[in-house]
């Protein structure tokens, strides 16, 4: 955690290996795409993101921040998406405990798809879209995003494809946040649907066990030794 509270900074990202593997990965790297006014510039930013001349992103509610290394010299691109307001935070809240899984499922790495479309139904965009992603840099480029930019957004795409969690804290709802929101609606409803009010209770639970699960298949698939912790 470092600057103002709720800021993480993701250690220096490698390109995945089988590059972006989910629905909201992609939807994120089309956002980019839009966001970018020549092919050169987003050429350029998938190149310096694939050789890995980005730094560490830092991400914060409604901010991206990272260096880039361009040859000898080094800038830093900050972008700016819009955050969820109060009444759409609310609104988020309710939509991801109408359904025990999603929690679950959003701690496992994964965004389920109705999730986002009953949010869009209730008034909420989650994912961004080009017009969004306002985005600066120390560099002298004519138009934003330049190709920095367009780096940290491109390999911000792999964090939000490896954790969606990311792409809520990017609109002001990180983690911590969402399930203390999940636990004070849960604790204080009289007469909620059934299951909603067991959510914070288990979440932790049922997410740690899609995991090592995750984690199971993983190691097999290498021919790993598995762990005696995680059987």
Not at 2 to 7: I, K, L, M, N, T
Not at 20 to 27: D, E, M, N, P
Not at 126 to 132: F, I, Q, R, S
Not at 207 to 215: I, N, Q
Request: with cysteine.
């Amino acid at each position: 955690m470092v600057g103002q509270p709720g800021r993480v900074t993701h250690g220096r990202l490698v390109a995945p290996r089988t590059g972006i593997r989910s629905w909201w990965g992609k939807a994120w790297h089309r956002a980019v795409e839009e966001a970018a006014y020549v092919d050169t510039d987003l050429r350029g930013g998938r190149t310096l993101a694939r050789r890995g001349e980005v730094g560490g992103i830092s991400v914060a509610a409604g901010s991206l921040l990272a260096a880039v290394r361009e040859g000898d010299d080094a800038w830093t691109a900050e972008i700016k998406i819009p955050v969820l307001a109060a009444e759409e935070r609310r609104t988020l809240v309710e939509v991801v405990a109408a359904e025990a899984g999603r929690i679950a499922a959003l701690l496992a790495g994964e965004l389920p798809f109705d999730l986002v479309e009953h949010a869009e139904e209730a008034g909420v965009e989650l994912l961004p879209y080009g017009g969004e992603l306002a985005a600066s840099c120390t560099c002298n480029a004519y138009l934003d995003p330049c190709r920095h930019a367009l780096a940290v957004l491109i390999q911000t795409g792999w964090l939000v494809d490896a954790d969606p969690l990311v792409l809520f804290a990017v609109r002001g709802l990180d983690r911590e946040a969402l399930l203390a929101e999940l636990h004070e609606r849960s604790t204080g409803a009289t007469a909620a649907p059934s299951g909603v009010t067991d959510l914070a209770d288990d979440i932790e639970v049922a997410a740690d066990a899609v995991l090592r699960a995750r984690r199971l298949v993983e190691l097999m698939e290498t021919g790993a030794e598995l762990p005696d912790g995680l059987v």
